[in-house]
């Protein structure tokens, strides 16, 4: 786990203010509390994001929140879409994506 102030340092953007203001919008739940937060890999991965969309795509606080939990939802919806496809036989996997595919 890293801490905020290597957070700052390690992810290009991300200033302390910023930080602390995406945690305060729980755009961001480091471990820890205030003045002792510590950062997991996804959460570096979220900061990343973040500043993609803000920064390359120009997409402002106000929209951030919403396309946020689109993305969230996306990647559940694909984690469970992994999760059930193993759990299906292989051949019934086969046919149903040859059903799909055939449309």
């Known amino acids: 786990m890293i801490t905020i102030e290597m957070v700052t340092r390690t992810v290009s953007g991300v200033q302390p203010e910023d930080l602390r203001r995406w945690i305060d919008n729980a755009w961001v739940r ?30 402002d606080e106000v929209a951030l929140p919403v396309v946020l939990s689109l993305l969230d939802q996306l990647y559940e919806t694909r984690r469970q879409m992994r999760r059930l496809a193993t759990a299906i036989p292989p051949d019934i996997r086969a046919r149903i994506a040859g059903d799909v595919s055939a449309g």
């Not at 990343?48 to 120009?58: A, F, K, Q, S």
Request: glycine residues 10%; without cysteine.
């Open 30 to 59: 480091p471990d820890g509390e205030p003045g002792h937060y510590r950062f997991d890999d996804i959460d570096v991965a979220r900061l990343r994001l973040i500043v993609e969309l803000r920064d390359d795509l120009g997409v």
